[in-house]
């Protein structure tokens, strides 16, 4: 039986680790040819070699989404070694400093949005021309954050509720272009980046883990799957879409 996404050409950013990773890994298992993107060049490299060995078509690039050149870079990268751009998911981000919005450096809110918001404009600015001729998908890393407030993360949730914004705004651009462009808002997840978050702090730990309404962490792996719907043709009608995958912490 072929996968959802057999013999189509995917683009991960932020692929070394976390959601990202676990989305090159299961979209390979999936059937696609996937290009990891990272400024970790030893973490994707590492990932793309295991895809291989798994019998998976994996390569890696390193790239940083915050910079227009290597953005346009990659994209012809990725065409040029699969010959085509079927799917993208734009993942690379980070959370920045936390604290009180009016206790923000200029330079680290900035800095958040550069790498959340900024990156995503650029990875969608080239991935769509790419898929004009054939279609495609791509899908958003947002969060639960952009549909509620974040207290201490200004930044992260003001650039995660942008990234909304540019989803749909390109969504209804291209909607008869045949791409599809929809985000994912993961809810917390069980990632390197949380894990540290938590560990800095005691009282971050505690609220994450009371607002968990199953009582517990998503996994990279469940974020990746509906990554992987949200680019096979199963989700042919679905564009625009916001899609929480949360355990419910937002419907609280």
């Not at 299961?26 to 798994?54: H, P, Q």
């Not at 651009?173 to 800095?200: K, V």
Request: negative net charge; charged residues 15%; glycine residues 12%.
């Amino acid at each position: 039986m072929n996968g959802l996404l057999e013999g189509k050409a995917a683009l991960v950013t932020g692929a070394a680790s976390g959601i990202g990773r676990a989305t090159a890994f299961a979209f390979a298992r999936e059937g696609a040819r996937v290009m990891l993107a990272d400024i970790d060049e030893a973490g994707g490299r590492s990932a793309a070699a295991t895809i291989t060995d798994e019998g998976g078509d994996a390569r890696f690039a390193v790239a940083n989404v915050t910079s227009e050149a290597s953005v346009e870079a990659l994209v012809a990268e990725t065409v040029g070694a699969f010959g085509r751009l079927d799917c993208a998911v734009n993942n690379a981000g980070m959370t920045g400093v936390m604290g009180p919005l009016h206790q923000l450096p200029l330079k680290e809110f900035q800095r958040v949005l550069d790498l959340n918001l900024t990156g995503v404009f650029l990875s969608m600015k080239y991935e769509i021309p790419a898929m004009q001729s054939a279609g495609g998908a791509i899908v958003n890393m947002a969060s639960g954050a952009a549909l509620m407030a974040a207290p201490a993360l200004s930044a992260y949730c003001a650039s995660k509720h942008a990234v909304l914004g540019l989803t749909k705004t390109a969504a209804m651009e291209n909607a008869r272009s045949g791409i599809r462009i929809n985000a994912i808002c993961p809810g917390s997840t069980d990632t390197p980046m949380l894990q540290t978050s938590m560990a800095e702090n005691a009282q971050v730990k505690k609220m994450i883990l009371a607002g968990q309404p199953g009582g517990r962490l998503g996994t990279p792996d469940e974020i990746a799957e509906a990554a992987v719907w949200l680019c096979s043709d199963r989700a042919s009608f679905v564009t625009g879409h916001s899609m929480l995958v949360d355990g419910g912490a937002v419907a609280r």
